[in-house]
């Protein structure tokens, strides 16, 4: 009797393990479950985001140029400004105000306000030394001296400009 009593517990104890096995599984399976519809709902809101995000810089490049922009401060110090992107329509001068600290006073002439630079990233201002620009022309493959105000100057898209601070 007593050996049927030790079989009747030892049979409780299988029952016990397998229950507790049953509930890990369970538990596991549920878990499982869990994990991935997380992971679908989050691989459909960064599939989601990344149209978003490719439609918007759509639409950026079709509302902005890149340019490039030279800054030679005339004592050996160049700088380039490459693919800086700016607004359709924006001036030499609008995008050399983004890229760099730009001084400039307004005069009229003629009844036409022209800006002229006095300064750009604190340099200038020195006597018989002045702020001039240039653009790159791709014909003649050198820099052009322009003929006109930097704030008359309407930037086109692969634009090339250069200022260059120089004796006149």
């Not at 030790?6 to 479950?33: E, F, H, P, Y």
């Not at 869990?34 to 978003?52: I, M, N, Q």
């Not at 022309?137 to 322009?146: F, I």
């Amino acid at each position: 009797m007593l050996f049927g009593l030790s079989q009747v517990r030892g049979g409780d104890n299988a029952m016990a393990g397998k229950n507790s096995w049953i509930w890990v599984s369970t538990g596991l399976l549920c878990g499982l479950i869990l994990v991935s519809y997380f992971a679908v709902y989050y691989y459909g809101e960064y599939t989601r985001y990344e149209t978003l995000y490719r439609n918007t810089l759509r639409d950026l490049e079709a509302l902005t140029i890149r340019v490039n922009i030279l800054i030679d401060y005339g004592n050996g110090t160049r700088t380039w400004y490459n693919n800086t992107r700016v607004p359709l329509g924006f001036t030499l001068l609008n995008a050399t105000s983004r890229i760099a600290k730009v001084n400039y006073s307004s005069y009229t002439f003629g009844g036409q306000s022209y800006a002229f630079v006095n300064k750009i990233n604190g340099v200038g201002g020195d006597t018989g030394k002045f702020w001039l620009w240039y653009y790159w022309d791709q014909s003649s493959s050198k820099w052009e001296y322009s003929l006109v105000a930097s704030d008359s100057y309407i930037l086109q898209d692969r634009s090339i400009v250069s200022w260059v601070y120089t004796a006149f």
